[in-house]
């Protein structure tokens, strides 16, 4: 049986795109699965996929990007895996070293790091654009000795294939024709993902403030000060804030959701758009009208 093993030092162990969708596909495949993560949580095996932690939990992105690095180097090379698919770009370096013995690597990019860099608020706004170069030539390097690159938007994978194999797989969610839809909307806006500027969550609560009987469902990992600034807004009092649910409950979240929200706007993608975001697929596959970003890709 083919052994692979999936590493993240960022996500979640229940992670949709990775554990949901990848790791519980191959098991489901027939290949035998491991997935390796940075949390202080117990070992266990879900889904037929085993879930190895590092047992440690970075405190700072230093930590997380040096030191984290290295204790999964460790535990990913105790794994003996045939091929290694890793997901996070401080992790390039780790399958270069997995390379060197012998092993199928794979980098699955979920976004445009290079691009992406420039709207980094941690990073000194002067440093942004030296960094980004820095990080293009990094990433150039260490991609071209991989056996291939997964992305999730065409113009990113164009990019990865001037270094060697690339292919596109975005987050397409996975139907169960087997499942009925069973949709009972009242009057909730929704949105499931990350509560941060770039989803323009602001905006779509100034437009409710005036609309009498609606609720605004918000479910995700908030970014503290910013969900501390929408608290202050005019219309905060129709936002329901439900925190990190799991994947299951999202579902019966757009089971009674009249209408979903997806405006994203970032210089990263400049007006063309991303495949990566779940939320459009996922709106789509409940049914659910969606007033989104007049992206190319979108639109399309």
Known sequence: MTKVCHITSVHMRYDVRIFEKECKSLAKAGYSVTLIVNDDKPDEILNDVNIISTGYVPRNRLQRIVLSKRKIYKTAL??????YHFHDPELLPVGKKLKKHGKKVIFDS????SKQII???WIPKPLRKLVS?????????NVSKLDAVISV????????????????????????KKQKLIRQPEAYISFAGGINASWCHDKIIQAISKIDGIKYLLAGSADAKYLSYLKTIDGWDKVEYLGIIPHGEVKKLYNKTLIGVAL?????????GTLGNTKLFEF?????PVVCTDYKLWKE
Not at 153 to 176: C, L, S, W
Not at 264 to 272: D, T
């Open 78 to 83: 105790k794994q003996n895996a045939d091929l």
């Open 110 to 113: 979920h976004e445009d790091v």
């Open 119 to 121: 709207n980094k608020t």
């Open 133 to 141: 170069k820095l990080y293009y030539c990094y990433e150039k390097n």
């Open 153 to 176: 938007t065409p113009q990113i994978v164009k990019r990865f294939e001037q270094y060697g194999k690339a292919i596109m797989i975005t987050n397409y969610p996975i139907v169960d």
């Open 264 to 272: 994203n706007y970032s210089n990263q993608v400049k007006g063309i």
């Open 284 to 288: 789509m596959q409940h049914k659910i």
